[in-house]
């Protein structure tokens, strides 16, 4: 099974709809992050958490919400939905020391028609 | 500002002909540079870390090196199976570990 799960993997929405993503994992890490990925700009970081009550906007937040319902589960909203928003969505854990290397899940990619 | 730049955006390369990416980073303090393969439509999938100039790392035909300001990943004698966008990134002191990611190099190996 994998460590990072992220659920759905494809999702098709309207504008103005509300969607969230959601992600797991067994890896047992403290630190967890949400990113999205669009072609020619890289990965960009949207929110991180360190624990369940921690939660701190990344370089892209707008527009986004997160939720951490426990260590092991972390979830993005988009309120709603605009067609900038359509990219890939990678969910990604790491380890509370110093130096620890960044997990990632599968991915979902978004459609906002 | 903290940067990562990776060039070539795109190498074609021959089945067993050897080269190597680019990975240039301006960061207040490195604490990590990280390489990461990443197939079409799938999560990155960690490589290596290196964590200061001098230090190289290998696995199977990938070879990372690094110095104060930039990393290179060699790959030698690449199969098609190589075929990837990889990416660099670097944690800088003070990020909390968070990453600065660079736009990846898309690799194609041809048979």
């Known amino acids: 099974d994998a460590d990072v799960t992220q659920t759905p993997r494809n999702r098709i929405t309207k504008t103005g709809k509300r969607i969230m993503l959601e992600c797991s994992q067994t890896?047992?890490?403290?630190?967890m992050y949400w990113y999205r990925q669009d072609p020619g700009l890289g990965l960009r970081l949207i929110y991180y958490s360190f624990d369940v009550k921690d939660i701190n906007k990344g370089e892209i937040s707008d527009g986004y919400s997160v939720s951490r319902q426990a260590q092991a589960k972390f979830s993005l909203s988009l309120e709603s939905a605009i067609p900038n928003q359509t990219a890939l969505y990678f969910c990604?854990?790491?380890?509370?020391?110093?130096?620890?290397?960044?997990?990632f899940g599968p991915g979902t990619r978004l459609t906002v028609l | 500002e903290d940067q990562v730049t990776q060039s070539p955006e795109a190498l074609r390369l021959q089945e067993g002909e050897s080269s190597s990416l680019n990975c240039s980073y301006t960061v207040s303090g490195l604490r990590g540079l990280f390489w990461y393969r990443q197939d079409p439509g799938k999560g990155p999938e960690f490589l290596f870390t290196l964590y200061s100039a001098g230090e190289e790392k290998e696995k199977e035909r990938l070879k990372a090196t690094l110095t104060k300001k930039e990393s290179f990943l060699h790959i030698t004698a690449p199969k098609p199976e190589d075929s990837a966008t990889y990416l660099c990134?670097?944690?800088?002191?003070?990020?909390?570990?968070?990453?600065?990611f660079g736009k990846g190099t898309k690799l194609s190996v041809k048979p």
């Open positions: 890896k047992g890490h403290d630190r």
């Open positions: 990604a854990t790491r380890g509370t020391s110093e130096y620890n290397e960044q997990f």
């Open positions: 990134a670097v944690q800088a002191r003070g990020s909390q570990g968070n990453l600065i």
